[in-house]
């Protein structure tokens, strides 16, 4: 049985394509708190790094690194997403 290839990893920084769904979801009443970005290692050395990132829109606090104020959760995945933090009412 042939093996699925491997999800490709998603080009450009990770700051234009997480800043407009985190932006987003402030609009829809998601606090910023509930949140979760996970990024691969790649992803989160990419985001630390980029110089077109203001220094101001990442934080390390306490050990958490932390983009637009939403908890950076790094590794153990093979694509970044952001975790909305909310589930579906019944």
Do not use: C, H, W
Not at 43 to 55: G, Q
Not at 56 to 75: C, H, K, N, P, W
Request: charged content about 30%.
């Amino acid at each position: 049985m042939a093996k699925p290839p491997p999800a490709k990893p998603m080009l450009g920084s990770p700051d234009k394509r997480f800043r407009g769904q985190i932006e987003a979801a402030v609009a829809e009443g998601v606090a910023v708190e509930d949140m979760t970005l996970r990024l691969t290692l790649r992803d989160a050395s990419l985001l630390a790094r980029d110089r077109n990132t203001p220094v101001a829109d990442i934080t390390y606090s306490e050990g958490v690194m932390r983009f637009l104020g939403v908890r950076v959760e790094q590794g153990g995945i093979d694509v970044s997403k952001l975790d909305r933090g909310v589930t579906a009412e019944a």
